[in-house]
């Protein structure tokens, strides 16, 4: 199957400085990915819809000037944490869909654990 | 998109079928039923989609009622490393999906 590719898989780093996480789509063209948060013990919140070569589209409640989003290819979306504190330590994960149609299937990231001490 | 309710947790014996049951009694025509997991600090695991068919697939069959509003997920042949939590999820596009709780599906020995 597709397959998604996140790097790092987890990252510990000290508060205030910046955090970049990686999503590729190894084997195929996406032109949207999907990026999720989830905290211990709870689902997957949906964070925000990556387009490829234009902004970024936001949840309700996320801050696009926190949680940067660059997707400027078809197989590379970048989140980057800015300023990070230690509530923004999470468990996030990309998604992205490999079908044109819109009903094909979604296949997700290995997820990176972010730990902000 | 419509919202599903799925049992908090179920337990299942190793080799022996797993049903998971998911209701979404609010489904409209053109939303589909999907199935994932999330094996403990892994991403979700994409298992099957249908639309009003049961479908099959290598991995589990779907069973979906004929008015649609409720689905079963079945696995043949529980393993241990079937151990996760299971999300029914209905959306009309693949494009964005909620998840819900899910129910956390034990294998055991």
């Known amino acids: 199957g597709a397959v998604v590719s996140q790097h790092p898989s987890w990252v510990i780093c000290k508060s205030g400085t910046s955090v970049k996480i990686e999503c590729r789509s190894l084997?195929?063209?996406?032109?949207?990915m999907f990026w999720y948060r989830q905290f211990p013990k709870q689902s997957l919140m949906l964070m925000a819809t990556?387009?490829?070569?234009?902004?970024?589209?936001?949840e309700q409640g996320v801050e696009k000037d926190k949680f940067l989003i660059n997707h400027a290819s078809l197989t590379l979306s970048t989140l980057t944490v800015t300023s990070a504190h230690p509530e923004d330590s999470s468990f996030y994960i990309c998604?992205?869909?490999?079908?044109?149609?819109?009903?094909?299937?979604?296949?997700f990231g290995e997820g990176s654990r972010l730990t902000v001490l | 998109d419509a919202k599903t309710t799925q049992p908090p947790s179920m337990d299942c014996a190793e080799g022996r079928a797993a049903n998971l049951p998911c209701n979404h009694s609010?489904?409209?025509?053109?939303?589909?039923v999907y199935w994932y997991r999330q094996i403990h600090s892994q991403g979700p695991q994409y298992i099957i989609h249908?639309?009003?068919n049961n479908e099959t697939n290598e991995m589990a069959s779907l069973i979906i009622t004929e008015d649609r509003k409720s689905s079963t997920l079945i696995l043949p042949h529980a393993t241990l490393r079937d151990t996760a939590v299971y999300y029914c999820?209905?959306?009309?596009?693949?494009?964005?999906?909620?998840f819900g709780s899910g129910t956390q599906l034990t294998v055991l020995p």
């Open positions: 609010t489904i409209s025509g053109n939303e589909y």
């Open positions: 084997d195929f063209q996406a032109t949207t």
């Open positions: 249908g639309l009003k």
């Open positions: 998604s992205a869909r490999t079908s044109v149609w819109s009903t094909g299937e979604l296949f």
């Open positions: 999820i209905v959306s009309g596009s693949a494009r964005q999906l909620t």
């Open positions: 990556s387009n490829e070569g234009s902004k970024a589209t936001y």
